[in-house]
């Protein structure tokens, strides 16, 4: 019963993540809060690493090159993504696009971990995609030929894209997950750092900024990613990509309660979306082939 719990609060800190990191984009650039987000997340998560789980640091650090992509992928990749995007899309856009997740984790776990689903869970898959066009296009789906897509939601529809791989990758990991998390930090902490130096990257000079930053490093760095990785241990990765879609739900709570309102199309974007998940999740969950 603890996957689930673990799996609510990351998506939940994750869609504060969206809504303050829209704010900080506004006078940080994304490569500072990527950085520092990881620099003061790193020894708090090494220490407890330590602490908690013990692990053999050679035999882990044996698994470098995997650990290395997986914080290439989910540290660096996906956050500088994000971060860019929600400088030019708002946050309950990119929080309905990540919604499409679920889906392109399950496409991914039959082409490369071998699982299988039905039909209906195809007919999910479909609909949560149909969901994304609507809001990418702002309900005008012939722009998808013209190419006339906001530049922010094109670089989140990278970002999913990028998710997507990690959580395969991660579900294949072997290493205790508090220790993964941490040993992926670190390592994107010291690969950003060179492009941190080379762009004068400083800390935060407001106490606004500062704020945000706390919450960014605290809870979807700190919390949210180790949670993932808990329940990873014992949830497969279509299960868990299933939850991501709690984002649009919190997501657009926190931003009606910030008094923004949402658009006809973000609604039944939203609905397809859900209603498509609910479809690959439930009827149409993949099952691992037997060996």
Same mark, same amino acid.
């Given at each position: 019963?603890?996957?689930?719990?673990? $799996?609510?609060?990351?998506?939940?800190?994750?869609?504060?993540?969206?809504?303050?990191?829209?704010?900080?984009?506004?006078?940080?650039?994304?490569?500072?809060?990527?950085?520092?987000?990881?620099?003061?997340?790193?020894?708090?998560?090494?220490?407890?690493?330590?602490?908690?789980?013990?692990?053999?640091?050679?035999?882990?650090?044996?698994?470098?090159?995997?650990?290395?992509?997986?914080?290439? $992928?989910?540290?660096?990749?996906?956050?500088?993504?994000?971060?860019?995007?929600?400088?030019?899309?708002?946050?309950?856009?990119?929080?309905?696009?990540?919604?499409?997740?679920?889906?392109?984790?399950?496409?991914?776990?039959?082409?490369?971990?071998?699982?299988?689903?039905?039909?209906?869970?195809?007919?999910?898959?479909?609909?949560?995609?149909?969901?994304?066009?609507?809001?990418?296009?702002?309900?005008?789906?012939?722009?998808?030929?013209?190419?006339?897509?906001?530049?922010?939601?094109?670089?989140?529809?990278?970002?999913?894209?990028?998710?997507?791989?990690?959580?395969?990758?991660?579900?294949?990991?072997?290493?205790?997950?508090?220790?993964?998390?941490?040993?992926?930090?670190?390592?994107?902490?010291?690969?950003?750092?060179?492009?941190?130096?080379?762009?004068?990257?400083?800390?935060?000079?407001?106490?606004?900024?500062?704020?945000?930053?706390?919450?960014?490093?605290?809870?979807?760095?700190?919390?949210?990613?180790?949670?993932?990785?808990?329940?990873?241990?014992?949830?497969?990765?279509?299960?868990?990509?299933?939850?991501?879609?709690?984002?649009?739900?919190?997501?657009?709570?926190?931003?009606?309660?910030?008094?923004?309102?949402?658009?006809?199309?973000?609604?039944?974007?939203?609905?397809?979306?859900?209603?498509?998940?609910?479809?690959?999740?439930?009827?149409?969950?993949?099952?691992?082939?037997?060996?």
């Amino acid at each position: 019963m603890k996957a689930p719990l673990y $799996l609510v609060l990351a998506t939940l800190f994750w869609s504060g993540n969206y809504v303050v990191g829209q704010a900080a984009v506004a006078s940080m650039t994304p490569l500072q809060l990527t950085f520092w987000r990881w620099a003061l997340a790193a020894v708090p998560l090494l220490v407890l690493a330590h602490l908690v789980e013990k692990p053999d640091w050679r035999t882990v650090l044996r698994r470098w090159p995997v650990l290395l992509l997986l914080s290439v $992928l989910g540290m660096s990749g996906y956050t500088l993504l994000l971060y860019s995007a929600l400088g030019y899309t708002s946050a309950l856009n990119a929080s309905l696009i990540t919604a499409a997740n679920p889906a392109l984790i399950v496409v991914l776990a039959i082409v490369v971990l071998g699982e299988k689903t039905t039909r209906l869970g195809w007919l999910g898959i479909g609909l949560g995609m149909l969901g994304v066009l609507l809001v990418l296009t702002r309900g005008e789906l012939e722009r998808v030929v013209s190419l006339t897509i906001n530049t922010g939601e094109l670089m989140m529809t990278g970002a999913i894209g990028v998710w997507a791989c990690y959580t395969i990758v991660a579900r294949r990991l072997g290493v205790a997950p508090i220790t993964s998390t941490a040993v992926q930090v670190a390592m994107a902490t010291v690969t950003l750092a060179p492009f941190a130096v080379a762009l004068h990257v400083q800390l935060p000079s407001t106490p606004a900024d500062a704020w945000s930053l706390a919450y960014i490093a605290v809870f979807p760095s700190l919390g949210a990613y180790l949670f993932w990785n808990l329940a990873l241990k014992t949830t497969p990765p279509g299960t868990a990509g299933n939850y991501l879609n709690l984002m649009v739900v919190f997501t657009a709570v926190i931003t009606v309660v910030l008094g923004t309102a949402l658009t006809l199309v973000q609604v039944a974007g939203g609905i397809l979306v859900l209603a498509g998940v609910l479809l690959t999740g439930t009827k149409g969950q993949a099952r691992v082939k037997a060996a």
